[in-house]
């Protein structure tokens, strides 16, 4: 290597000597190992730490194409596409409906309730306070947020027939109005879940330990599915020394989710201008198809798609209301045991022991019906 200095003015050139050269390697070389070594550091931190983080899957349970589709999210997302979800068939809306405002929501928030936006917007469908949508802490409440929504949708004249983002484009108008299209094959896989139709599909990882509060459980069921859902007498804790268990009895309608055909041929009006006809009580149901094997359970397809709506919602809430165990039908699924998803009920469990549910006073039933009244219920165990 040649470098150069000045001699009398004029640039004279020379060779570095072998010993400076040697030096400037070892540098380079030091300094190189120290990047690897901080990356390697970096890496190792960042694969570890995922193992902790607690999070939502949701599974295609008979796939077309057998590729097996899923769909993943933090415990905030699934919580609140639960939300969504729940309010929409209490409003009496087909699972289109769901689907569409589960795309709406994953396009403007990610499912997040944010506290920001584009201008003055705000929550998960990111509505303006200044256009008539509400006051920025109501716009902030999932249940009042996605209810706005769906009353609007269902002005939207045959919006169930129409191509997905051009629903949602009505309802939003958006700056960008392709661009829910793209979220359309995930809210279908979403929707089906918490809806009921795809039993077993939707599994989160365990909460943190800390324990939960039944009375909690209660207020956010009735908050989401109306005063209906827990009629008089029933919804009270049964204390064990597994935790508190809370059961829910599941009762169907007919029709499509709240009574409206799957089709959409009564859903292109509005049923609930003021969004009080959904928090005062009005009974949610599903109805799977002919031949439908998806909402498995011990009744009809019409109680076991209602069944696995309040199972998997109660599932997707597992983490912020503090659940360790939901059992609906012959499944159960616990939050200890989370990676296996839903556990059927005398399967082998850990070290080859029968998988059965752990809270003896509620939610080990086997066929999880009240013996007063014979009514199937969906038993959900808060942690202690």
């Not at 933090?74 to 409906?97: D, L, Y």
């Not at 009920?345 to 059965?356: E, I, L, W």
């Amino acid at each position: 290597m040649r470098v150069f200095r000045l001699q009398y003015g004029e640039p004279v050139s020379e060779t570095a000597s072998p010993r400076r050269r040697g030096g400037r390697l070892l540098r380079t070389g030091g300094a190189l190992v120290v990047l690897l070594a901080v990356a390697a550091y970096v890496a190792v931190t960042y694969l570890t730490s995922q193992e902790g983080i607690p999070r939502c899957v949701v599974r295609a349970t008979d796939p077309p194409d057998g590729t097996g589709r899923s769909y993943e999210m933090t415990p905030e997302q699934a919580a609140n596409a639960a939300t969504i979800s729940a309010v929409g068939t209490t409003r009496g809306m087909p699972e289109r409906a769901v689907t569409i405002a589960l795309a709406t929501a994953m396009q403007e928030s990610a499912l997040r309730n944010l506290a920001h936006g584009d201008r003055d917007s705000l929550g998960l469908f990111q509505q303006r306070p200044s256009k008539g949508w509400g006051t920025p802490a109501q716009i902030q409440d999932p249940v009042y947020a996605a209810n706005e929504f769906y009353e609007h949708l269902a002005e939207v004249r045959d919006y169930p027939r129409l191509p997905l983002t051009e629903a949602a484009q009505r309802v939003q108008r958006s700056g960008f109005p392709d661009a829910y299209a793209k979220h359309e094959p995930d809210a279908a896989l979403l929707a089906a879940s918490l809806t009921g139709r795809s039993a077993a599909s939707l599994t989160c990882s365990a909460p943190d330990g800390r324990p939960g509060d039944p009375a909690k459980v209660r207020a956010e069921l009735v908050r989401a599915f109306g005063s209906d859902v827990l009629p008089a007498g029933a919804g009270a804790a049964v204390t064990s020394s597994a935790g508190d268990v809370i059961a829910v009895p599941v009762r169907e309608v007919s029709g499509g989710p709240g009574g409206v055909p799957e089709d959409g041929t009564d859903a292109g009006r509005t049923r609930d201008p003021s969004g009080v006809e959904a928090m005062s009580g009005i009974s949610v149901g599903a109805r799977a198809g002919a031949g439908d094997k998806r909402a498995e359970g011990a009744g009809d397809g019409t109680r076991a798609r209602r069944g696995w709506e309040l199972a998997q919602w109660a599932v997707a809430h597992s983490f912020a209301l503090r659940i360790d165990e939901v059992a609906y039908a012959d499944r159960f699924w616990r939050a200890e045991e989370s990676y296996k998803g839903w556990q059927r009920r005398g399967g082998q469990g850990s070290a080859g022991k029968p998988s059965t549910p752990s809270g003896a006073s509620g939610a080990s039933s086997a066929s999880n019906t009240s013996a007063a009244s014979g009514t199937e219920e969906v038993r959900i165990r808060t942690a202690r």
